[in-house]
T-cell receptor, first 114, second 114 residues
């Protein structure tokens, strides 16, 4: 069975700093990869997803993620964060072997200070 | 407004008393799923359903039941709740085909089992 690991549980940074959140998965087959975000008081929502093609994926709100197959990684990046990026971020993996089955990482709480 | 609606938002119950958490979506999505969120563990999938009358186990199905008699509803049933089922529960839906795996989440149900 696949698993998902997020390296940082809590990240604190200042506005305008760059953000990179690590995500690694363990699965040898074809994967679909996702980043979801949960802003305070709001529903979880999709930031971006990767199915195939260009390994650099751009999502909403200026986020992007890079799929590196050899490293089983799908790290999330944003060049310059804003206070409104304060949220919890979840990496998730699905596989083509088990459509409908998804595994989420433990989440990373990001706090952006003004 | 397109949404996934869960009820109730908060529930306190006692060990062994059967309960149902309802989930309804108004987007005509074929796919629906249930997750529990626990600190440090992220979201773990309980059950999912690719379509009406089709349900499959996620990673943590023990102690839960689901049914999918109609496309819009996917209730989660705890026949005999135990304290280790105290958690925050999320329902999610997604279209299949184009837009697959963009999960739309409900607001969550905070369950406490005493």
């Amino acid at each position: 069975a696949q698993s998902v690991s997020q390296h940082n549980h809590h990240v604190i940074l200042s506005e305008a700093a760059s953000l990179e959140l690590g995500c690694n998965y363990s699965y040898g087959g074809t994967v679909n990869l996702f980043w979801y975000v949960q802003y305070p008081g709001q529903h979880l929502q999709l930031l971006l997803k990767y199915f195939s093609g260009d390994p650099l994926v751009k999502g909403i709100k200026g986020f992007e993620a890079e799929f590196i197959k050899s490293k089983f990684s799908f790290n999330l990046r944003k060049p310059s964060v804003q206070w409104s990026d304060t949220a919890e971020y979840f990496c998730a993996v699905g596989t083509t072997d088990s459509w409908g089955k998804f595994q989420f990482g433990a989440g990373t709480q990001v706090v952006v200070t003004p | 407004e397109a949404q996934v609606t869960q009820n109730p938002r908060y529930l306190i119950t006692v060990t062994g008393k059967k309960l149902t958490v309802t989930c309804s979506q108004n987007m005509n999505h074929e796919y629906m799923s249930w997750y529990r969120q626990d600190p440090g563990l992220g979201l773990r999938q309980i059950y999912y359903s690719m379509n009406v009358e089709v349900t499959d186990k996620g990673d943590v199905p023990e102690g839960y039941k689901v049914s999918r008699k109609e496309k819009r509803n996917f209730p989660l049933i705890l026949e005999s709740p135990s304290p280790n089922q105290t958690s925050l529960y999320f329902c999610a839906s997604s279209p299949t085909g184009t837009g697959w795996a963009k999960l739309f989440f409900g607001s969550g149900t905070q369950l406490s089992v005493l």
